[in-house]
């Protein structure tokens, strides 16, 4: 079936530790997406990537880093810098020109120790 | 910024009532808006969108309804379902030109509870 597979669903670290959350999608989408979301809150972007070795910072892109080496595959890291890392990391792909529907991926839930 | 908001952060209804969940923006270059279904731990489901050139938009037992004019829009979900329990998300995209695909600002969501 075609989706969106993040992993790992959860994931502990300690602070001042770098960690890379994973996103790969097998929808044949170019366009994918990070969004952070808080307890009670909407979704921030973090970082958004519309064609393969191309990405552009969201609203909230401080503390974290991407990469979109392969079309099917856009990896998230949450750096040392990121001051307040703990939050559910949810990815997203769609097509590029049409319709703005994204389809998300199950999410990580990170905490940070 | 301009963003886009709940009126009402909660909702319970009976199994069987017509819900309905509201939502104000407040950019009125946004011409495309949807509504996601989030349950708990998963990510937001795709429910039904609507172009501003629409004032209405219907689905299986879901309605969307725009309001361009006080830059309003609403959810309604007929004979609700406990299975309908989620928070439910409006988003909004501002399709500068066709550039900012997927780029969706999220409201804050609503707790919809359904009683048996």
């Known amino acids: 079936d075609g989706g969106i597979t993040q992993s790992p669903k959860y994931l502990f670290r300690k602070e001042g530790q770098n960690v890379t959350l994973s996103c790969e999608q097998n929808l044949n989408h170019d366009a994918m997406y990070w969004y952070r979301q808080d307890p009670g809150q909407g979704l921030r972007l973090i970082y958004y990537?519309?064609?393969?070795?191309?990405?552009q910072k969201g609203d909230i892109a401080e503390g974290y880093s991407v990469s979109r080496e392969k079309k099917e595959s856009f990896p998230l890291t949450v750096t040392s810098a990121q001051k307040n890392p703990t939050a559910f990391y949810l990815c997203?792909?769609?097509?590029?020109?049409?319709?703005?529907?994204?389809?998300f991926g199950e999410g990580s839930r990170l905490t940070v120790l | 910024g301009e963003s886009v908001g709940l009126h009402l952060p909660t909702l319970s209804v009976q199994e069987g009532d017509n819900s309905i969940i509201n939502c104000a923006y407040s950019?009125?270059?946004?011409?495309?808006f949807i509504w996601y279904k989030q349950e708990s731990g998963k990510g937001p489901q795709f429910i039904i969108d609507?172009?501003?050139?629409?004032d209405k938009r219907q689905g299986q037992r879901v309605t969307v309804l725009l309001n361009k004019t006080v830059k309003h829009l609403s959810l309604q979900i007929a004979a609700t379902q406990p299975g309908d329990s989620a928070v439910y998300f409006c988003?909004?995209?501002?399709?500068?030109?066709?550039?900012?695909?997927?780029?969706?600002?999220f409201g804050q969501g609503t707790i919809l509870t359904v009683h048996p």
């Open positions: 950019n009125s270059a946004s011409d495309y």
């Open positions: 990537s519309q064609i393969v070795n191309d990405f």
């Open positions: 609507i172009r501003s050139n629409m």
């Open positions: 988003a909004e995209n501002m399709d500068a030109g066709g550039t900012s695909y997927g780029k969706l600002t």
């Open positions: 997203a792909s769609s097509i590029v020109k049409g319709a703005g529907e994204l389809f």
